[in-house]
């Protein structure tokens, strides 16, 4: 994707393009009825993961407006409470990238445990909600599946994004990536 | 625009404070607004999905066309045990065939000397299975007829077989069903063996557990179990499937709907005609016949 970082308006809007192709995948995959018996375990959020990996790397593809979009389409669609996990994923996404302009240089190990535990704060809160509204927040062990496997996802979201869309940490000096 | 908001960071910095308090808020407040006012949210919700599914079903059902002809493609390994099985099974259906036939010749003849007329209000609409809930922490299926072919919130769905779940959010090509197996289902149902009123409640597995049962002593695994019609949720005698116990011992129901296999569904025309409004007694015919003595409970006579 070298040609795409000539011009970073136009490679930020392209990427914009490419975060919303990959919502559209995930919601047609895990819409598609291929098991409709109860499963014992949960798959991960895939765009929770991206969206952390992409905050950091290049907090500009994702400004607010598009998160909020694609968290609360995803809410609709996958029949969740509608805002909460959309309210949360966007706080942490937020969070993520204005971190980001502090420290551009952190570890790898460092920024996977932040994100392991931003995951862990963000359904501990969405139980927590439903909880505290008298809501069924289904069984415990299917939202440990969905955070463990949204975790061990993100190193494997990193490397796709840095080889696959050359999304990667930005230099400090190149401020123009940035907005 | 990135290096716009390069220069004039600092001036974007509140405004973007603001917005994202303001989207937070928004969504809190859908939130709320869906938990006091949830059938209005999960109207709006279901013209959403309404419009996105079917845009999506041309590529989605040749995808899940081909995922399933995988799966069918992995069962052709134990093709031979299965073949045995299939013959096995072949020769007790062919006895129950002819048990069959003949008790439906009786059946006729009964109903002609009885002048019986079949109830012709429980017909079934058809439709495909579109999509699941997207989450495993849901059961519920989309399928593709909605409002346009007369369905209407409430109606009981079934495969060839058994009950499936309850029509629940109808947008006008796609309605979603609530699988028995959802947690938020609950459907009054009926062992015939001991005439015990239940409760099959749904909680996120393959059989749901009964609830409810009058008294558990008279219900032995095996035995049937099928929709009482109380409450008015579903017309009455829809089988659900039969009696288990788990190895806890809690009775528990084993589907009659192959859930491995959820492709069509019927949606069972429901017009809620069976509801007596006053107090059982005698029911005395219309037309000419005995006088038949209605049994306690008024809701059973559909």
């Known amino acids: ?179 | 625009m990135a290096q716009e908001q390069g220069q004039t960071q600092s001036y974007f910095v509140p405004l973007k404070r603001m917005f994202l308090g303001g989207v937070v808020l928004a969504f809190l407040g859908i939130f709320i607004f869906w938990r006091i006012d949830s059938p209005r949210v999960e109207r709006f919700r279901a013209q959403i999905v309404d419009a996105v599914i079917p845009s999506l079903s041309w590529a989605m059902v040749p995808m899940t066309a081909l995922s399933q002809l995988v799966s069918d493609f992995q069962s052709y390994q134990s093709m031979w045990d299965q073949n045995q099985q299939l013959r096995r099974e072949l020769r007790l259906m062919s006895r129950w065939k002819e048990a069959a036939y003949q008790l439906e010749q009786e059946n006729a003849r009964l109903r002609d000397l009885n002048n019986v007329r079949l109830d012709p209000q429980l017909t079934y609409i058809t439709g495909v299975v579109l999509a699941d809930s997207g989450s495993p922490f849901r059961q519920t299926v989309l399928v593709n007829v909605g409002s346009n072919d007369g369905i209407v919130d409430g109606w009981a769905a079934m495969d060839g077989i058994g009950l499936v779940g309850r029509v629940s959010g109808v947008g006008r090509n796609t309605s979603r069903v609530v699988l028995l197996t959802d947690a938020t289902s609950k459907i009054p149902a009926v062992i015939t063996a001991s005439d015990q009123r239940a409760l099959v409640v749904g909680d996120n597995t393959i059989a749901p557990p009964i609830d409810f049962v009058e008294n558990p002593d008279f219900v032995a695994p095996g035995d049937q179990i099928v929709t009482s019609g109380d409450g008015d949720v579903f017309p009455p005698g829809l089988l659900i499937g039969s009696v288990s116990e788990d190895a806890d011992g809690r009775l528990r129901v084993r589907l009659a709907a192959d859930y491995q296999r959820l492709e069509f569904l019927r949606i069972i025309r429901d017009h809620g005609t069976r509801r007596v409004r006053q107090l059982p007694g005698l029911v005395i015919p219309e037309d000419d016949g005995p006088e038949t003595v209605a049994p306690n409970d008024g809701s059973i006579d559909g």
């Open chain 1, 1 to 179: 994707m070298a040609p795409l970082m000539g011009d970073p308006g136009v490679s930020l809007w392209l990427l914009r393009g490419v975060y919303v192709i990959l919502t559209m995948c995930v919601l047609f995959v895990q819409l598609m009825p291929i098991s409709l018996t109860p499963a014992q375990w949960a798959p991960p959020d895939v765009m929770l993961a991206i969206s952390l990996a992409w905050a950091q790397r290049r907090p500009g593809i994702l400004p607010i407006w598009l998160v909020a979009g694609t968290f609360l389409l995803l809410d609709i669609m996958f029949q969740r409470p509608p805002g909460v996990w959309a309210a949360l994923g966007l706080l942490t996404i937020e969070w993520f990238k204005s971190r980001e302009r502090q420290n551009t240089e952190v570890a790898f190990a460092v920024e996977w445990l932040s994100v392991a535990g931003s995951v862990v704060i963000m359904t501990l809160m969405y139980r927590g909600i439903l909880l505290a509204t008298a809501l069924d927040a289904g069984p415990l062990h299917l939202a440990t599946w969905q955070g463990a496997l949204t975790v061990a996802l993100y190193p494997l979201v990193v490397l796709a994004s840095h080889f696959i869309f050359g999304i990667r940490r930005t230099a400090p000096n190149e401020t123009d990536l940035k907005s």
